[in-house]
Structures are given as C-alpha cells and as structure tokens.
C-alpha cells in the first residue's frame, strides 16, 4: 500500500519551533510535486507551502519568513520547518504529494493523514 505518513506535530509555546516530515512509504519510485496545508477549527484547509521536482518553492504570505520547505529524494521524504510559531499557526497540517509508484510508475496524488500543531502559552 502506498501512503504518506506524517511526523512531527505537537504542542508548543508561541515562538518556538518544529519540524513536520511527510515520507512516501511503500513502492515507490520517487516524489514529484509535494505541498504542506492546514485547516484550524471552522476554517477551510489552506496552502501553507509547495515544494517543486525541482525544488523551487511557494509560500502562503503568513509564514513567509518562518517556515522552509525542503526534501530529501533518496528518503523519498518532504520536511516543513516551522519558526517562530504563533498562535494562528494552530491546526490539523496535512503533506499533499504526487508520487510515481516503484512497480509500474502510475501517477498517484496522495494526502497524509494530517498531524496537529498546537501553538499556546
């Protein structure tokens, strides 16, 4: 079965930071476009930020400055560095990518099972 399977998440303080991995586990051949959303309590899931095949990246305008987006190709894994969090950083973050499979190189786009981020004092 291929699925992507998040890590990461938790409860922290305003101002402190945490990383989010999303890893592509099963048979798979490699991860093309990848994205991180959000959906907080009563609001609509949002792009947080997208990651390219080739590494260019895009960022929502409210954690431009704060978080990184990157991947690792040969762990078929795409990281979310989150700094500085705030209060309003607070939501479900779910990994988005497309993958090409090992056996026969179907396209496949997949959604992670989400993990919480929990900013407070």
């Known amino acids: 079965q291929v699925q992507l399977v998040e890590s990461g998440g938790g409860f922290v303080q305003p101002g402190e930071s945490l990383t989010l991995s999303c890893t592509a586990r099963?048979?798979?051949?490699?991860?093309?476009?990848a994205g991180w959303y959000r959906q907080a309590p009563g609001k609509e899931r949002e792009l947080v930020a997208q990651i390219t095949s080739g590494g260019s990246t895009n960022y929502a305008d409210s954690v431009k400055g704060r978080f990184t987006i990157s991947r690792d190709n040969a762990k078929v894994t795409v990281y979310l560095v989150m700094n500085s969090l705030r209060p309003e950083d607070t939501a479900v973050y779910y990994c988005?990518?497309?993958?090409?499979?090992?056996?026969?190189?179907?396209?496949?786009?997949?959604w992670g099972q989400g993990t919480l981020v929990a900013v407070s004092a």
């Open positions: 988005n990518a497309g993958v090409l499979t090992g056996t026969f190189r179907a396209y496949l786009e997949l």
């Open positions: 099963g048979s798979i051949f490699s991860i093309n476009a």
